[in-house]
């Protein structure tokens, strides 16, 4: 049963263009989401989160939208850039008393091409 | 800073052998987690720990074993290694295991196991 669900395994964007990656959840529990970006051999690192309170968040590049109805959520890159190619994470959270446990999806691997 | 540290690496593990895989922590976060990385499948939680002296299960539990004897140091142990649990292993930290930015977890390196 899978809570939250990365449906594209992968996605190829040209440099400069907008990446658009997805991201849908079934629990309406759910109140927190940060997406993770991780390369090859190396563990994921934090890139943005959102609470349940808004419906966007900007990072610079780095724009996440939370569409709470559709339980859907997406991160925008814009600019795109070769050094954004890696896999993406997107996860879920209670801040409730369950604590701090992250559920993740299942990835994209975005390919950034010059 | 070196944040977490993982060890070993990487290991080939031989089915029916124990092994405790290391991860050490000097951020002093009270939170604590470990995950495992199957393609298709993404980050699974196995264990967590809400602050030293407590430890919680996960997601897939089963077949692994965790301690915290101190802040900063959470061991993983699989007792009797499946094929099964051929996968790459991560830890995390974070400060809390409650509320929002206090609770951004940050990840090691991993550990890539093989069992055959």
């Known amino acids: 049963d899978q809570q939250v669900k990365q449906n594209s395994p992968s996605l190829s964007v040209q440099e400069g263009r907008i990446s658009i990656l997805n991201c849908d959840y079934t629990?309406?529990?759910?109140?927190?989401f940060l997406w993770y970006k991780k390369y090859p051999a190396e563990g994921p690192t934090f890139l943005i989160s959102?609470?349940?309170?808004?419906d966007k968040n900007e990072d610079g590049r780095f724009t996440v939208f939370l569409n709470k109805s559709a339980k859907h959520l997406s991160l925008h890159i814009v600019p795109s850039q070769p050094g954004d190619s890696a896999v993406y994470f997107c996860a879920a959270a209670r801040t409730d008393n369950q604590g701090g446990k992250l559920i993740f999806g299942q990835g994209t691997e975005l390919s950034v091409k010059p | 800073t070196a944040g977490i540290t993982q060890a070993p690496t990487s290991q080939i593990l031989a089915a029916g052998r124990s092994m405790t895989l290391r991860c050490t922590q000097d951020?002093?976060?009270?939170?604590m987690y470990w995950y495992r990385q199957d393609l298709g499948l993404g980050l699974r939680l196995i264990h967590y720990?809400?602050?030293?002296?407590?430890?919680g299960k996960g997601e897939v539990p089963d077949g692994y074993s965790v301690s915290r004897a101190n802040t900063d140091d959470f061991p993983l142990t699989l007792a009797s290694a499946v094929p099964s649990q051929t996968s790459v292993y991560f830890c995390a930290s974070s400060e809390t295991p409650f509320g929002l930015a206090k609770n951004i977890q940050y990840f090691g390196a991993g550990t890539r196991l093989s069992v055959l």
């Open positions: 720990s809400n602050t030293a002296g407590t430890t």
């Open positions: 951020m002093r976060h009270n939170a």
């Open positions: 629990n309406s529990m759910f109140d927190y």
């Open positions: 959102i609470s349940s309170i808004k």
